[in-house]
């Protein structure tokens, strides 16, 4: 599924996790893929070596998608390598629960920048580079329609995500850039575990709720990203797949 032979990808917070995983196995399909990470220097050249360790290209670049020179640099670095872009996965994200009473001001600047800002910006970047037909996909989530206590701000985030896939489908269609969404469930990753669903009593209740009785993988998530960026989707633009074993 999905030949990607003589693309290029760039895909954002890929040193980890979901955009590791939609790295991976974008490369597999054959595209060459930026891997490009804030602070995880480590984990973003081992994605590169194990891509170029199964005979794919890859490089790694540094750069926070919340501002707007390192997302230049990223595209201008990604253009010298490869010579041209088809494919951007906006994956890079940050999220904190906290109740409303505990909403900062710092943080809901530091998510809206990251998933918001970040995702506009890189979008923008990547139109300018993308000469053919192309593909843009965003990271949203199933909270976006369906928020958990606690999520206001992270929530928001992702539904700001799901009204820009949307403006850009009909703002790029015509250039021939198709741009969609995907929007997970609960991922086993890093992130997750870190905010302690995992085993928790919130966290075996999603599991319970989920039809296919268990947690997505980040593979799960990459899959979906690989047919979102092949031709095999070629009709759809301005989606939002939710990826989430059935949970509502």
Aim: aromatic share 4%.
């Amino acid at each position: 599924m999905g030949n990607l032979q003589g693309k290029v990808a760039v895909v954002t917070g890929a040193s980890k996790g979901i955009g590791a995983a939609i790295a991976r196995q974008l490369a597999a399909a054959g595209a060459a893929v930026v891997v490009n990470y804030d602070s995880s220097r480590e984990g973003a050249e081992r994605v590169v070596k194990e891509i170029t360790k199964a005979g794919g290209h890859a490089l790694a670049v540094q750069g926070s998608v919340a501002r707007e020179q390192d997302v230049k640099r990223l595209f201008d670095e990604a253009v010298a390598k490869f010579g041209h872009v088809d494919v951007l996965v906006n994956n890079a994200g940050v999220y904190a629960f906290a109740p409303l009473d505990e909403v900062t001001e710092s943080e809901y600047r530091r998510q809206f920048d990251t998933n918001v800002l970040g995702t506009l910006l890189a979008s923008r970047e990547a139109a300018r580079r993308i000469k053919g037909p192309g593909s843009i996909i965003n990271l949203s989530s199933v909270v976006s329609e369906n928020p958990l206590p606690g999520s206001s701000v992270y929530s928001a985030t992702k539904g700001a995500v799901d009204a820009i896939t949307q403006a850009l489908s009909k703002e790029l269609g015509a250039r021939g850039i198709r741009v969609n969404s995907i929007a997970p469930g609960p991922v086993r990753t890093e992130g997750f575990a870190q905010t302690g669903f995992e085993g928790s009593d919130a966290g075996k209740h999603m599991v319970a709720g989920t039809p296919l009785g268990r947690l997505g993988e980040p593979a799960d998530i990459a899959r979906v990203a690989l047919f979102l960026a092949s031709e095999e989707s070629a009709w759809l633009t301005g989606e939002r797949l939710t990826a989430s074993g059935g949970l509502n």
